[in-house]
């Protein structure tokens, strides 16, 4: 029987894997199953580890298992909104094992009048005002690079019944929202970092997931950037 949250929709670990049809390396899988049981969730790594990945499945689930449904996700610009998160949304949304319907556009995914995901950038904070839904999740990608006036404008609209947020950047700030979820605001967040050492690549030693950090490229960064760096 396939596997629901106690809201009734699918688990998003079965919807990846039989939805989809795409496999998931545990940092992945511990980002979507935190999603099911925290109403925030913060997620900090490097580059190469697959956080976009795990963003963009996120997203597919979350529209695809719940009506009705709203889903934003954003960006510091629109650039990064269009180039990062929603071409892997498309890469999966074309690919997918289950056609999964609707009208997919180029940053916007719409199944029915109260049931879509669009992309807005984090220029402005009036682009938030006006989204409602009984189910909403909000992404932010590249979450360090976004304002507080911005977080404060998401926070405004986290007044559903069943509000997610997800945020994923790197720790490469020392002031901000973003870095606040890991420190001063920890409580409220499901926190999760995600180490380059916790690479499948990096443990074998070999390509075991491909497009993930390899132990080749950790070697050159520590020689680069140092031991210590984030």
């Not at 199953?33 to 790594?45: D, G, I, Q, Y």
């Not at 929603?86 to 289950?98: A, D, G, P, V």
């Given at each position: 029987m396939?596997?629901?949250?106690?809201?009734?929709?699918?688990?998003?670990?079965?919807?990846?894997?039989?939805?989809?049809?795409?496999?998931?390396?545990?940092?992945?899988?511990?980002?979507?199953?935190?999603?099911?049981?925290?109403?925030?969730?913060?997620?900090?790594?490097?580059?190469?580890?697959?956080?976009?990945?795990?963003?963009?499945?996120?997203?597919?689930?979350?529209?695809?298992?719940?009506?009705?449904?709203?889903?934003?996700?954003?960006?510091?610009?629109?650039?990064?909104?269009r180039h990062i998160l929603?071409?892997?949304?498309?890469?999966?949304?074309?690919?997918?094992?289950?056609p999964l319907g609707g009208k997919m556009l180029e940053t916007r995914w719409e199944l029915a009048d109260d049931r879509y995901a669009i992309g807005l950038s984090a220029d402005t904070a009036d682009q938030f005002q006006g989204f409602h839904s009984d189910n909403l999740l909000i992404v932010v990608d590249e979450a360090e690079g976004v304002s507080d006036e911005i977080y404060e404008a998401i926070e405004s609209v986290m007044t559903s019944a069943l509000p997610r947020l997800l945020l994923i950047g790197n720790p490469t700030t020392v002031s901000g929202a973003f870095r606040r979820a890991f420190y001063q605001e920890r409580r409220l967040y499901y926190p999760i970092t995600i180490s380059a050492l916790d690479s499948p690549n990096v443990i074998a030693r070999t390509t075991v997931v491909p497009g993930l950090a390899t132990a080749e490229w950790v070697e050159e960064r520590r020689e680069t950037w140092g031991e210590d760096n984030p």
């Open positions: 396939p596997e629901t949250s106690a809201s009734g929709s699918l688990e998003p670990l079965h919807f990846a894997r039989e939805i989809l049809n795409v496999q998931l390396w545990s940092k992945q899988e511990e980002v979507l199953s935190a999603l099911t049981h925290n109403r925030r969730v913060a997620v900090k790594s490097g580059n190469g580890l697959g956080k976009g990945f795990s963003a963009a499945v996120a997203v597919l689930w979350f529209l695809y298992c719940h009506d009705p449904a709203v889903v934003l996700s954003t960006a510091p610009t629109f650039r990064q909104v929603w071409r892997q949304i498309h890469r999966l949304y074309r690919n997918s094992k289950t």
